[in-house]
């Protein structure tokens, strides 16, 4: 079963995951800007999910973690928690 782990950042609003996305593009610390803006309680360890499994999590979040490009920002991704920013750190 196909495994990995990422770091994301879970804001409200698509302007907000954006901007963040510009402030990272630009080579800000993407743990620092977690445990600012994120929502999700993992914005407290720097937005670190560790490891899970292909289908744990919901449908949009798992397509980009298991097809997207790895250690680049991917996002803003709409689900129904908000818009998440992730980098998939690795995957198997």
Do not use: N, W
Request: proline fraction near 4%; charged fraction near 25%.
């Amino acid at each position: 079963m196909a495994i990995a782990s990422a770091c994301h950042i879970l804001v409200k609003t698509k302007a907000e995951a954006e901007s963040i996305k510009v402030r990272l593009d630009k080579g800000e610390d993407f743990h620092k800007l977690a445990k600012q803006y994120s929502t999700c309680p993992s914005g407290k360890k720097g937005g670190d999910l560790g490891e899970f499994h292909k289908g744990d999590m919901v449908p949009a979040f798992d397509k980009a973690v298991f097809s997207g490009p790895l250690l680049k920002i991917q996002g803003p991704i709409k689900t129904q928690f908000g818009y998440h920013l992730i980098k998939v750190l690795y995957r198997s």
